[in-house]
């Protein structure tokens, strides 16, 4: 018999594009999609998709900025 909180979870794919930067201990829940280059800053949770070229931070993660293009 599993506890009922694990009973409850319902697992789902995180896709993370390509080119995204990740900081130590960086938490991204069931079902986000990271887009292509992103920057998630240290610590940061992830609840929400993330867009393309998009630095975001913070629990929950939260966009603060974009990358620059080179």
């Known amino acids: 018999?599993?506890?009922?909180?694990r009973a409850e979870m319902h697992p789902a794919r995180v896709v993370i594009g390509r080119g995204v930067w990740f900081g130590a201990?960086?938490?991204v829940l069931p079902g986000v999609t990271i887009g292509d280059g992103a920057v998630v800053g240290a610590g940061s949770v992830l609840t929400k998709?993330?867009?393309a070229?998009?630095?975001v931070l913070g629990?929950?993660?939260k966009q603060?900025?974009?990358v620059p293009e080179v």
Do not use: E, Y
Not at 1 to 5: G, K, N, V, W
């Open 59 to 61: 629990v929950p993660a």
């Open 53 to 55: 070229d998009a630095v």
């Open 49 to 51: 998709d993330v867009p």
């Open 64 to 66: 603060v900025g974009t």
């Open 25 to 27: 201990n960086v938490t």
């Open 1 to 5: 018999m599993l506890p009922s909180r």
